[in-house]
């Protein structure tokens, strides 16, 4: 009961943040780290430990699934370079860096330096992703950080299982012929899995028209890709990112519109939700980690932001070269690019998760050296990235001058959705030609076409008819509900009636968007 207590108040915790976050336009994840270590550095807070595996196997897969699946692989076909040379070079030179260093100043055995290389190599899609679309950054930019960072994390937490392998069974320098070795098995038998269960799940889902069948498939789907892979002994991370990459593909052939209102529903639920209770996480442990430390180990601080600075040099490098790939069409300067790709790294639910799943004991059964000075590192390291790096990236964005105006993004929907209106509009005419179709039903369709088509005319007050439009039509709808749940208090229409006419509405004010 006491672990349900706190998964509850995580939840509420992480709600009230998120609502604060929002309407003071900050990253929430930087906002909830800070919340969760406020709380733990309450008097009489108890110690939160988590069991390594269960943020492995429960938070993993679906957040995983959820940032791949949004990958798109038009996109990625233009930075497939860069992206390629980043998620392994990057990550490959980031560990080494972070490792070496890490003997140096922290005194880890070898072994244990390489664990905390490749898990601090691996940085957040998901905080990236969110990061990106509210700042408004180019596509051909927006498409390598998210991609980058996804693919960085299915390298980087194969590396981590190499290293883990090597640290438990034994503890000392690190055989690179061997790590290279298993590293392309987990990692090749990882990508065959997954794919092997986006292929089954796409002829299941394509036969499939029930939303709840829908809805717990896509619910189900990226754990099992990750158990499969797991019990193969390959790369349950590499897989759930290749089964997501191939369904986000082929998601709009599969379902239809009010199928896929729902499946985003659900699953943004699900993130939120497994988001905010690991962000607090984050703030809430680490206080209780650093108690556990053992003694000679209090320069854990400078060691952190040593750590942290490394990262940051190991990526300008590495980035500085390689954006010319994707300088944006404006001219701007490729370490302008390099600056933005370089602060959006910041490190998050993968490598604090990455870290919870280190073994608590060796092979022979004696506790693992350094694991709870790799878990402090790595949440202070991920506390000053979430923290440092996220609530600053929007100036570092707009000090570069890569964000799209807000009337560049408006001015791209505005002419879509003119474009699709005259397709309609056109298939429309033909099927009037063709006198299929009854000439009322015609004509109206046509009006409600036409009607989108004349927002640009202005209305007195400045605003456009389309504006004007939707206001009318989200009153319009607002009164039809009104009316709707009068018939119901009267006991004229049953409960059934109300709940499908609401949810019509529902879908019709959906459609409309905000006010």
Excluded: C
């Amino acid at each position: 009961m006491r672990a349900v207590g706190i998964v509850l108040f995580l939840v509420v915790l992480a709600t009230a943040v998120a609502t604060f976050a929002r309407r003071w336009r900050i990253p929430a994840p930087s906002l909830l780290v800070l919340a969760g270590l406020a709380v733990a550095l309450i008097p009489g807070v108890p110690a939160l430990h988590i069991p390594p595996q269960t943020i492995a196997l429960v938070v993993l897969p679906p957040l995983l699934y959820a940032s791949a699946e949004e990958l798109s692989l038009r996109d990625l076909r233009t930075v497939w370079k860069p992206v390629t040379i980043l998620a392994f070079g990057l990550v490959f030179a980031s560990a080494a860096a972070v490792g070496f260093v890490a003997v140096a100043v922290t005194g880890l055995p070898p072994a244990m330096a390489f664990v905390l290389g490749a898990v601090l190599a691996s940085t957040d899609p998901v905080a990236v992703t969110a990061l990106g679309r509210r700042l408004a950054l180019p596509g051909r930019v927006q498409v390598l950080v998210q991609a980058e960072s996804l693919f960085n994390d299915a390298t980087s937490l194969v590396l981590f299982k190499v290293a883990v392998g090597i640290a438990v069974a034994t503890g000392a320098a690190v055989s690179l012929p061997a790590a290279g070795a298993e590293f392309l098995l987990l990692g090749g038998g990882g990508s065959i899995i997954g794919a092997a269960v986006a292929g089954l799940v796409w002829l299941i889902r394509r036969r499939t028209t029930d939303p709840v069948l829908e809805t717990v498939i896509a619910l189900v789907t990226p754990y099992a890709a990750y158990v499969l892979a797991e019990s193969a002994h390959t790369s349950g991370i590499t897989s759930v990112v290749v089964a997501g990459v191939l369904l986000g593909r082929s998601g709009r052939r599969l379902t239809d519109a009010h199928i896929r209102l729902q499946l985003h529903a659900v699953y943004a639920v699900v993130v939120f939700l497994l988001e905010s209770v690991v962000f607090s996480i984050v703030g809430l442990e680490l206080p209780a980690l650093v108690r556990d430390l053992p003694k000679g180990t209090g320069w854990w601080p400078l060691q952190a932001l040593t750590l942290a600075a490394v990262l940051i040099a190991v990526r300008v490098l590495s980035t500085l070269p390689l954006t010319r790939a994707v300088k944006p069409s404006r001219g701007r300067m490729s370490w302008r690019v390099a600056g933005v790709v370089t602060w959006a790294g910041t490190r998050g639910v993968m490598p604090l998760a990455a870290a919870l799943s280190i073994p608590l004991v060796a092979n022979g059964g004696s506790p693992l050296p350094g694991r709870a000075l790799v878990l402090v590192l790595t949440t202070a390291v991920v506390v000053f990235t979430l923290v440092v790096q996220g609530l600053s990236l929007a100036a570092v964005v707009n000090r570069s001058g890569l964000a799209l105006e807000p009337e560049h993004t408006a001015r791209e929907e505005a002419d879509a959705r003119d474009a699709i209106n005259r397709a309609a509009l056109a298939h429309v005419d033909d099927l009037a030609s063709l006198e299929t179709m009854p000439e009322p039903v015609i004509d109206r369709v046509r009006r409600a076409l036409n009607a989108r088509l004349d927002h640009s005319i202005e209305s007195p007050d400045g605003s456009t008819m389309e504006a004007t439009y939707r206001e009318l039509r989200h009153e319009v709808i607002a009164v039809q509900s009104t009316e709707l749940h009068r018939l119901y208090d009267e006991h004229r229409i049953s409960d059934a009636t109300r709940r499908s006419l609401q949810h019509d509405l529902d879908r019709e004010e959906a459609a409309l968007g905000n006010r």
